[in-house]
């Protein structure tokens, strides 16, 4: 059940409910046995069904700051605490009696009041056969209890909106609690209405490069425009609060305070709206900044890294490098340069031994010679270092095999920590993490800020940040 429709169900519940029970209330003195009776345990029946929303509800609403019932709560539980208590002055809680004549004392035996209802011809005949009589006299004789009944239902709910009430008053005060809430609501947005609204998003962007009207400018230029669109549909002639929020979209911590401090007058619905919008502006300047990324690197005489993002990641993850593998052994430089070229960041069919070198100059600010670098792969026999093994060593004795296998692993396992490629064809030992780097978190020398843009890079030579 959507949130909507749940909050369509309680607000037609709780107007049900109070509804036949203020009937209930000014009619009761007047209605027949059997009708007390059976409005007793339509009442009962209302309450039940309120009640099996409201634990919904309740329930939902652990994953939410905003209040998802659509209710106003306080009122609520008014409403709800005054019938009852007017309900109880009628004298609904106790057993139904029938005062036959004016002289007489009731009647509290169910049988006995049907059989006077029936005398009386308040009922048709074909309501005085058995099945009738048999049905009405249950709903009399179970009325007190039904009452009974009805209470604790009530009293259910009123505890669920009391323990709701003091959630949204927690939210205000506890970081802790307010943080996993916002991500409990980031991801339901996720699971249940990202996959529909990014499809919407990839339509709308592919409509803007198709229009004619965008004829002439790039694709980079037109998804820009595009997001200008998005930024200012999202900003202006919107509730205030929601206009805030996303304005600050980037800034869970700000937001979900907000939306605690704010929560009575921001719905579920604008905060759904706000993570469209936040996801929207996410998946654009993803596609847009990827699309510069994956350009082909200038520099080096752009023979060296196949794109700029493969250039990013390799100066990225030098401290991991400088920590597990250093550069004492300056033949290491040349298991970097392999492993870089097996995992696709450098280019295979290039002569850039030498460029290497002037990379690992700038970044590592070593002086290695590019025959350093070739000097192992002369005994690959052109085979891609990653395929060597044990049992394929081509050219190279096991004992040297075992001297370079170890600074490979480790150079192949920190690049492919991160980029996760299992489609490259290499020697079953490259299957699993270097023990060491599988244990560690081999990045966390870098900033927040840097493992972020690691971690982005990553999901772009992964071709993950395209849209289409």
Known sequence: MSIEQLQDNLKSSVDHFVSLGKVLNLSYSKLWPSEQ????????????????FMAQAHKLQDSFIPDITGLNLIETRGELLNLMSYLEQRDCDIDIAYYFRDDTEPIFDPYEIVTEENLGNLFPAKEQAQHYVSARKLMIETSKNNFSELEECIKTVNDRIDKMLDDGKKLKRDTELRMARFKAMEEYYSKTFWEQDRAQLIARAKGEIEDKDNKGKSQVEILNLLLRDIVAENLSNINNILADI???????????????????????????????????????????????????????????FVSEAAHEFAILIRDAVMLYVSFENKMN????????????????????ATLMTDFMKEVYNEDISAD????????????????????????????????????????????????AIEDVKCA?????????????????????????????????????????
Not at 385 to 394: A, Q, T
């Open 37 to 52: 009776g059976t409005l007793m345990y339509a009442l009962l029946m209302a309450g039940r069904r309120l009640s099996n």
């Open 246 to 304: 996303n304005l600050h979209r980037t800034d869970r911590t700000y937001v979900a305070k907000m939306v605690a401090d704010k929560r009575d007058n921001i719905c579920m619905d604008e905060m759904l709206a706000h993570f469209k919008y936040r996801e929207e502006c996410k998946a654009l300047n993803n596609h847009i900044e990827t699309l510069w990324l994956s350009v082909k690197c200038d520099k080096y005489n752009g023979k060296l």
């Open 333 to 352: 430089a040349a298991f970097l340069f392999y492993a870089m070229r097996d995992l696709g960041l450098v280019f295979s069919e290039e002569n850039n």
């Open 372 to 419: 350093t670098i070739t000097k192992p792969l002369r005994k690959t026999n052109g085979q891609a270092f990653c395929m060597i093994d044990e049992n394929n060593l081509r050219s190279f004795s096991q004992r040297e095999f075992r001297k370079y296998k170890e600074p490979y692993w480790l150079c192949y396992s920190i690049i492919n920590k991160l980029l």
């Open 428 to 468: 079953e030992y490259l299957k699993q993490l270097h023990p060491t780097i599988a244990s560690k978190d081999v990045f966390e020398t870098l900033e927040e800020e840097n493992k972020s843009r690691l971690y982005f890079l990553s999901s772009v030579l992964r071709g993950e940040t395209l849209m289409f």
